[in-house]
Nanobody
Framework: QVQLVESGGGLVEAGGSLRVSCAAS????????MGWFRQAPGKEREFVAA????????DYADSVKGRFTISRDNAKNMVFLQMNSLKPSDTAVYYC???????????????WGQGTQVTVSS
């Protein structure tokens, strides 16, 4: 059974930093692309960042380029999202996703975590 468990969300002031993590189990992690998506209240879920299996390719939404960094540790079956220079508009539930079916930035991932709340105060 595939499980994705996010952690590290919380409340931070604007301009601050936060790192969210995702622990994966039940899959061959090193063979699977991983992504982060987010959903703010009243809005659709949107792509944030993704990383390929070999770590050689990453992709970011324009809104987070230069501020967020995605990384993965294949030995620990974990993926991370380092978020710097946070803005109130980054407030959302952040979801980890595994096994993209239509490209890394497309939300058609096979597996999803339960999400972790990130709140940025102004």
């Amino acid at each position: 059974q595939v499980q994705l468990v996010e952690s590290g969300g919380g409340l931070v002031e604007a301009g601050g930093s936060l790192r969210v993590s995702c622990a994966a189990s039940g899959l061959t992690f090193s063979n699977i692309g991983m992504g982060w998506f987010r959903q703010a209240p009243g809005k659709e879920r949107e792509f944030v960042a993704a990383i390929s299996t070999s770590v050689t390719y990453t992709d970011y939404a324009d809104s987070v380029k230069g501020r967020f960094t995605i990384s993965r540790d294949n030995a620990k079956n974990m993926v991370f999202l380092q978020m710097n220079s946070l803005k109130p508009s980054d407030t959302a539930v952040y979801y980890c996703a595994a096994d993209p079916r239509r490209g890394l930035a497309n939300p058609s991932y096979a597996y999803w975590g339960q999400g972790t709340q990130v709140t940025v105060s102004s």
